[in-house]
């Protein structure tokens, strides 16, 4: 069956970066090579490093990583010959000065996070990507709170400030399929910059609700090695291609390079398996952040609480990217609620 879809699709690989989230940030230097050397190969568009809460989020709230953020870009631009290396930035984490660092270490694009209603904060830092000639994409995270109008009018921000692209970004892996494709299309006919797409398996969704903001016309779409990733993981970079493969949609991208290193490099890493299982599913049937999964899980096993509980309060509290410490405070709640 033949597609009508005639653009190359622009792949970002988010491996090194969301993949944090599921190694607790701990990605040896050598293993970001492994892994960077693999997609290289592959003729993956962008390559993304980073923390997995973005540049500067080492902390007590979002957890330390293994190595500096300068040594593990340095390390994966030294071997990127034709693939662009990214990072990510979150407004009130990273700050210009950790954008400066990046680009000195030798990015191509930065993408610029903010919760879905927040664009407004992503301001000086889009302008100043601009300024510095980076491929500027601004993020638009937990897509799914908000109507697609109230959507549509913060992505016209970002772009207004000078981004490339601006993504639907389904933090939580809560979007429905037709949801998926009413906030791509709405972007895509609102927007003059690039539109692009970032998902979470969460519903098991990952690789359809990417296919499907394709067709809704999406020009990039994000992915990763295994689907290695916050929570059940993000679209798993080599299922995509394969059925983009089959679709005549066009990537550009080699299949066997990936399945490679996802089969004996990413998935041997994972202390706990990135998959769609019961807690992981729970993220997106609560719409709660994806990386609150293994904080979850600890808080639940030190208080005595069912994790599904917590999940489940967090999403009927609106908790986003950020306040990871609301983790504590509802396990806290939960446990006393049950003591009555």
Known sequence: MSYEIHKKIIVNDCTLRDGMH?????????????????????????????????????????????????????????????????????????????????????????????????????????????????????????????????LVVQAKKMQSYGAHCVYVTDSAGALLMAETHERVDALRQALDCQVGFHNHNNLGLGVANTIIA?????????????????????????????????????????????????????????????QTDGNALMLGYAGVYSSFLLHTERAALQHGVDPRDILIELGRRKMIGGQEDMIVDVALDLLEKNRQ
């Open 22 to 150: 599921a190694l607790a940030h701990q990605y040896t230097v050598d293993q970001m090579v492994a892994v960077a050397q693999k997609l290289e190969q592959a003729g993956v568009d962008i390559v993304e490093v980073s923390h997995g809460d973005g540049l500067n989020g080492n902390s007590f709230n979002y957890g330390f990583s293994a190595h500096t953020e300068l040594e593990y870009l340095q390390a994966v631009r030294a071997v990127l010959k034709n693939t662009r290396l990214a990072a990510l930035l979150l407004p009130g984490i990273g700050t210009i000065a950790d954008m400066e660092m990046a680009r000195e270490a030798g990015i191509d694009t930065i993408r610029i996070a903010t919760h879905c209603t927040e664009a407004d904060v992503a301001r000086q830092h889009i302008e100043r990507a601009r300024h510095m000639e980076l491929d500027t994409v601004g993020f638009l995270m937990m897509a799914h709170m908000i109507p697609t109008a109230e």
């Open 214 to 274: 394709i067709e809704a016309g999406a020009d990039r779409v994000d992915a990763s090695l295994a689907g290695m990733g916050a929570g059940a993981g993000n679209c798993a970079l080599e299922a995509l291609i394969a059925v983009t493969n089959r679709m005549n949609i066009r990537t550009d991208i080699a299949l066997y390079p990936l399945l490679d290193a996802a089969d004996q490099i990413v998935r041997p890493l994972q202390i706990r398996p990135v």
